[in-house]
């Protein structure tokens, strides 16, 4: 069983910075495609980024290229987003998963394991 806990979410002004964590629990991490989505309030889950097993293949949702930076360390079944030059649209509930296998998608029902959350708001 794949467990995931979220952390570095909170309040930051437009053009900051956050760098968001996801730990995971079990050794299937370092197998598993993962990725980040959020949720605003009324919207429907979207995807954010994801990052292959072995950390060299990346995506980006067009709404955060080049404003994020999705990584891995598989030692420590942990990835990261780093999120730059934050929006007031960017404010959602930002949920880590691990697909459970190594191929790549996009859609949350691909998605087999999700952290519980945190929340990320940024005010302008």
């Known amino acids: 069983q794949v467990q995931l806990v979220e952390s570095g979410g909170g309040m930051v002004q437009a053009g900051g910075s956050l760098r968001l964590s996801c730990a995971a629990s079990?050794?299937?991490?370092?197998?598993?495609?993962m990725a980040w989505f959020r949720q605003a309030p009324g919207k429907e889950r979207e995807f954010v980024a994801g990052?292959?097993?072995?950390?060299?293949?990346?995506s980006y949702a067009d709404s955060m290229k080049g404003r994020c930076a999705i990584s891995r360390d598989n030692a420590k079944n942990t990835v990261y987003l780093q999120m730059n030059s934050l929006k007031s649209e960017d404010t959602a509930v930002y949920f880590c998963?691990?697909?459970?296998?190594?191929?790549?998608?996009?859609?949350?029902?691909?998605?087999?394991?999700w952290g519980q959350g945190t929340q990320v708001s940024v005010s302008s």
């Open positions: 079990a050794r299937t991490f370092s197998n598993s495609y």
């Open positions: 990052i292959g097993w072995s950390g060299r293949t990346t």
């Open positions: 998963a691990a697909r459970g296998s190594t191929w790549p998608a996009r859609s949350p029902n691909d998605y087999a394991y």
